[in-house]
């Protein structure tokens, strides 16, 4: 998951062997109402993607901090939701950091969005199909994951 209130992107990637597959990935949009209403869209669009899928796990980017102290705070209060909306749904969550996902999908912690988009297209196969922002992140996030933590044959 890329936490977002209007935009959260999701990525659902399985891994057979070596072989990795994206299942689906897209956007979650929150729209322009107020906080409160946008995150209840956001925790009814992972549950709707949980239920689709049945993921094995929920893997979402730490905040980052910033110089907007508004925005890291609405960020924050997204990422909670994420994080209860898979606790309900009886699901682990793992965070990591942009510059760790960075690192793995790309081979180092300072890699441009364009460098991020090739890797995860490249890796799963999708270089013809031009993918939301959003939604490449966490693709990114959950090859992250894959790479580091799950035994094969998980989705994440």
């Not at 936490?3 to 597959?21: A, C, D, H, N, W």
């Not at 209403?37 to 993921?55: F, I, N, S, W």
């Not at 270089?127 to 790479?147: N, Q």
Request: aromatic fraction near 4%; hydrophobic fraction near 40%.
């Amino acid at each position: 998951m890329d936490p977002g209130s209007r935009i959260t992107g999701y990525g659902i990637v399985e891994r057979s062997g070596r072989s990795l597959r994206c299942v689906d990935c897209g956007t979650i949009a929150g729209g322009n109402g107020a906080l409160p209403d946008r995150l209840m869209t956001v925790y009814d669009g992972l549950q709707a993607v949980v239920e689709t899928y049945h993921p094995d796990a929920v893997v979402i980017e730490n905040a980052f901090l910033g110089r907007n102290v508004k925005a890291m705070a609405v960020m924050s209060q997204t990422r909670g939701v994420l994080v209860l909306a898979a606790r309900r749904a009886e699901l682990p969550v793992y965070e990591y950091a942009p510059r760790e996902i960075k690192r793995a999908v790309v081979g180092t912690g300072r890699a441009t969005k364009a460098q991020i988009a090739y890797m995860v297209g490249s890796l799963l196969g999708l270089t013809e199909r031009r993918l939301p922002r959003d939604a490449t992140d966490s693709l990114a996030a959950a090859l992250c994951h894959l790479h580091r933590a799950v035994p094969n044959g998980r989705r994440g």
